[in-house]
């Protein structure tokens, strides 16, 4: 073989194996350039990610206060107007017991209720007293159930207050403090 012949071989190997080790580092170089590439677009998405999760999280705790102030008005107004219709039902039942006090009915209340008071005192002596606004019915009282009955200074809305003093002991059956009593435990 002569000597170009042998040069061109060996110019070709030589070729060749220079191909193969820029096709063998341009191979590495685009490996790792790929992974520079995908670990580039990895850490913009997590920080994309940060990003909408944090905006995400404003959002939510903007619409969750704006629902809190909302709640809070709304129980505002529904305790107004529950405490609006309270007082409204309360006005009414005193407008019937007002009515209740010019019946029968409630002379009969307070002949039971006195009653009661006899049959607890039984011996002993005990002090009934009446409503101002049932001073009219006072005499006609006292005589049915045979004992003294006082009106007390101050109105307590109907019903009877009695004391009975060697026991130590203080009815209140008035109309006054059952409804005091009422509006208490009272709930819609």
Not at 1 to 23: C, H, P, V, W
């Amino acid at each position: 073989m002569e000597i170009n012949e042998k040069l061109d071989i060996f110019y070709r190997a030589t070729i060749e194996a220079a191909e193969g080790q820029s096709r063998e580092l341009l191979k590495g170089q685009e490996r790792i350039y790929r992974e520079m590439l995908e670990a580039y677009e990895k850490k913009k998405q997590e920080e994309q990610q940060t990003k909408t999760n944090a905006a995400k999280a404003g959002v939510r705790r903007e619409i969750n206060r704006a629902a809190s102030e909302q709640m809070t008005e709304i129980k505002k107004h529904f305790h107004a107007e529950q405490e609006k219709r309270r007082e409204e039902l309360f006005a009414a039942v005193e407008d019937k017991i007002r009515a209740f006090r010019g019946t029968e009915d409630y002379v009969r209340l307070l002949k039971d209720k006195i009653r009661a008071v006899q049959d607890f005192a039984g011996e002993e002596e005990f002090t009934v007293y009446l409503d101002p606004g049932d001073e009219p019915l006072r005499e006609r009282l006292a005589q049915e159930a045979g004992c003294v009955l006082a009106v007390d200074a101050k109105p307590f809305g109907g019903g009877i207050r009695a004391v009975i003093p060697t026991k130590n002991v203080l009815f209140d059956e008035s109309f006054s403090e059952k409804l005091k009593k009422e509006r208490e435990v009272f709930s819609f």
